[in-house]
């Protein structure tokens, strides 16, 4: 996207409000890197000014000029989900419980946790379009504890886990052995070959991928070789940190597999970046900006992920075979702006 229209998009967003740096990254809808670029550039040019206060606001000259619009916002019931989460109380508080001695996300497996209320959203969507009870679901990584959110409804027959990090399958073990939870936990690495025993045996697999295009088509392949035939995958992909064109090549790659793209629901995932954790991420913003935003913290939530249901409607054939090793790329030139080692 060229530099004016991702000047106009920025304009258009702000709508002639004053807005923390936070509150309107929250409304923004590409890459995060052309955000950057394009918020320094208006910054050094006196188009975008931060007032005393730390907000941010149009140039008087630009406030004129700039295109009207209904102003209409994501419902602030439902976040834009469009689910009522009212009748999940009882499994968000659950689950708010279950992951208090959860251990910290750490840089060296790319985590980041979406919060509970995501999890649980995730949760009624899936089950109000496939329905949870009696199904077998894979979960290919899963430090959002997805697994133990299913696994709470009491719903799922059977869930299996597939994730590499040795602190986070120890902890899902404890907590199905405390509360009699059907999870079957493999501490597994996506680059090497699925384990025989689990190709063709799920209904459902979930997962929110590394989301460089051979991470995310690793991470989608091995759920999919987990699937009987016609089985659904949900997984996670975000426009902040993938471009259009890499959205491309992954609709492009998941319909070869044989599957069709039923859903996107955009927004769907919130990850708060509010834990201590978090910091290496958000410091590659801080390193990248003309100014530092104030306040440096705040509650608006401006990292989503798009929640993507797939349903394979022909043979399923994975990007990556189930019996073969990947390489991984862990960062793509542009896109991945919050690696701390990009």
Not at 52 to 59: C, K, N, S
Not at 193 to 200: M, R
Not at 225 to 242: D, F, H
């Amino acid at each position: 996207m060229n530099a004016q229209r991702l000047k106009a998009d920025l304009v258009r967003r702000l709508d002639g409000e004053r807005l923390s740096f936070w509150e309107l990254l929250s409304r923004w809808d590409g890459r995060l890197e052309d955000f950057v670029r394009t918020v320094n550039a208006m910054y050094e040019a006196g188009e975008l000014r931060v007032e005393d206060d730390g907000r941010l606001a149009l140039a008087p000259a630009l406030v004129e000029r700039a295109p009207r619009t209904l102003g209409v916002r994501p419902c602030p019931s439902c976040k834009g989900r469009g689910i009522d989460l009212g009748r999940a109380k009882e499994l968000w508080v659950q689950l708010e419980e279950l992951l208090q001695e959860r251990p910290l996300t750490t840089p060296k497996y790319f985590q980041g946790n979406i919060d509970v209320e995501s999890a649980v959203a995730k949760v009624c969507q899936m089950d109000a379009l496939d329905g949870l009870a009696g199904k077998t679901i894979t979960v290919v990584g899963d430090d959002d504890y997805l697994s133990l959110a299913l696994a709470l409804t009491g719903l799922p027959e059977r869930i299996i886990v597939l994730e590499i990090d040795e602190r986070i399958t120890a902890f899902l073990e404890a907590c199905a052995r405390r509360r009699g939870f059907p999870l079957e936990v493999h501490t597994y690495n996506v680059e090497e070959p699925l384990p025989k025993g689990l190709l063709g045996q799920s209904d459902l697999f979930a997962s929110e991928p590394l989301e460089t295009v051979s991470g995310f088509l690793t991470f989608f392949s091995r759920g999919a070789a987990t699937l009987k035939p016609g089985g659904v995958g949900y997984v996670g992909l975000t426009t902040l940190e993938c471009s259009r064109p890499k959205w491309k090549r992954i609709q492009e790659e998941i319909l070869r597999m044989g599957f069709v793209i039923t859903d996107v629901k955009r927004r769907f995932s919130h990850y708060p970046m509010e834990y201590p954790e978090d910091e290496p991420y958000v410091e590659q913003i801080f390193k990248a900006l003309k100014f530092r935003p104030q306040p440096e913290r705040e509650d608006a939530i401006w990292y989503f992920a798009h929640f993507i249901r797939a349903e394979a409607v022909e043979e399923i054939k994975p990007w990556a075979k189930p019996d073969e090793r990947v390489k991984i790329d862990v960062f793509d030139e542009g896109d991945d702006f919050t690696y701390p080692g990009g």
